[in-house]
């Protein structure tokens, strides 16, 4: 083969393999936008996650402390009742 042909033949090859590379660059770039919205989709599912506990635990933690507080606050009332009746029923008989 002449020296022509073989360069003519080395150029076509070189091309084919070029625009195999850039097709492949492609793929890698599409393939890296789809993992990049997975992740930034899982992020926000996580946050979301996250600020929904943090809030249901908040909400939580704040109920019980009030319903404890009533519940002193009422037994405490009640036993100087009980008391005072029982002093003023001793004093009478």
């Known amino acids: ?3 022509k042909k073989l360069v003519k033949e080395l150029m076509k090859k070189l091309d084919k393999l070029e625009s195999d590379r850039e ?3 492609d793929k890698l770039a599409k393939a890296l936008d789809k993992l990049e919205k997975k992740v930034e989709k899982k992020a926000a599912a996580k946050k979301t996650t996250v ?3 943090v809030v249901k635990k908040a909400a939580a933690k704040k109920t ?3 319903k ?3 519940k ?3 037994a405490k009332k009640a036993t100087p009742s ?3 009746t029982t002093p003023s029923t001793t004093t009478n008989p």
């Open 1 to 3: 083969m002449s020296q």
């Open 72 to 74: 002193k606050v009422a």
């Open 64 to 66: 019980p402390a009030k």
């Open 23 to 25: 097709k492949l660059i």
């Open 68 to 70: 404890t507080g009533t």
């Open 51 to 53: 600020k929904n506990t």
């Open 82 to 84: 009980k008391a005072a």
